[in-house]
């Protein structure tokens, strides 16, 4: 069965860190894309951070550069998220993804992706 499945998340206080994991199963994740998205109340999703298969580029999103850091460990077919520094508009439902095959990181985080994760809040609040 082809799936990601998400863990971390949770509730943190203003400037405190937070660190997203993702498993994919029945797939080669090495052969893809991935990356992070999130999706704030009222709003439309969006691509936060995404890296290349080969692990060589990454892309962020101007809300999250210098705080988030994307990485991958495709010999264990996972990725993370970690989010320093975080802040209220952080606060959203984030999802992991993989791209279609020969997506770029750039093409993944601004079209989306093929398989994605269940989903895991994140709350910043004090």
């Known amino acids: 069965q082809v799936q990601l499945v998400q863990s971390g998340g949770g509730l943190v206080q203003p400037g405190g860190s937070l660190r997203l994991s993702c498993v994919a199963s029945?797939?080669?994740?090495?052969?893809?894309?991935v990356g992070w998205f999130r999706q704030a109340p009222g709003k439309e999703r969006e691509g936060i951070s995404c890296i290349s298969k080969s692990d060589d580029s990454t892309y962020y999103h101007d809300s999250v550069k210098g705080r988030f850091t994307i990485s991958r460990d495709n010999a264990k077919y996972m990725m993370f998220l970690q989010m320093n520094g975080l802040k209220p508009e952080d606060t959203a439902v984030y999802y992991c993804?993989?791209?279609?095959?020969?997506?770029?990181?750039?093409?993944?985080?601004?079209?989306?992706?093929?398989?994605w994760g269940q989903g895991t809040q994140v709350t910043v609040s004090s």
């Open positions: 993804a993989t791209g279609l095959w020969g997506m770029s990181e750039d093409e993944l985080c601004s079209k989306g992706g093929d398989v």
């Open positions: 029945g797939f080669p994740l090495d052969y893809y894309a």
